[in-house]
């Protein structure tokens, strides 16, 4: 442990180095108020959140440091862009990058972690995101009529996952209705409201052939693990 904290605190101390040494070979444009490259500080923090995971996998604590990290990681990189071309409009319109990266940080520390139940808030906050993003790159704020279905379809398919890979029977049936539901609504609303837009009168139908689907695949799922649990019960036998 000793030498892991050594590691990782050499490799933090290295990065500042280099992100200090960058500031000074540009302490010119630091006095004439144009050092428009100090969105670095803030990726360097990102990264250092993200590392550490990556170098100690086997210390599954450590991945817990995804859910600050990438979101550190993708504000630093929308400043940089923003700073380096002089465009802070860009905010307006990306700024749903930052939930997005939320999501994708609960997703890796689930991944890290080995905690499966993680990827409920992975799903919720980053479909969320994704439906802001649509929002904001198209203006169109009217489509929640339709997109709020989104937060209760994140929350089933997750529990249909989780229910399918630990073979929890009523977890993958509560993601299963949860999903048709939230589906089903998405499907109705987006067809008979026309302030969804063409992407939202496609996306209904697409949604409810998906969770056909699924179900298909959930219910060949279970069949198969029914004949298989009764040929093993047979071979004791």
Known sequence: MQKQASLLFGLTLI??????LAGNLYMQNVLDSDFRAWPLFVVGAGLLFC?????????????GLYIPG????????????ASIGNHWELWGQWWPLEVIA?????????????VIWLIIPAFVVGF???ALLF??????????????????????????IIGL???LDGVRLAGLILSGIA????AALSTLLASAGWAGRLAGPVIIIILGGVMLVSALAKRTNGSVETQTKQQNA
Do not use: D, M, N
């Open 15 to 20: 990065v500042l180095g280099v992100l200090a």
């Open 51 to 63: 590392i550490a995971p990556i170098l100690f996998r086997h210390v599954r604590g450590l991945g």
């Open 70 to 81: 990438i979101p550190v990681l993708v504000t630093g990189g929308l400043l940089y862009a």
């Open 102 to 114: 939320l999501g994708l940080g609960f997703l890796l520390a689930a991944i890290f972690l080995q």
């Open 128 to 130: 969320t995101g994704l």
């Open 135 to 160: 929002c904001a790159l198209t203006g169109q704020w009217e489509a929640w009529a339709v997109l709020w279905t989104i937060v209760p379809l994140s929350v089933g398919l997750p529990l249909l």
């Open 165 to 167: 890979l630990k073979r």
């Open 183 to 186: 589906g089903v609504l998405f």
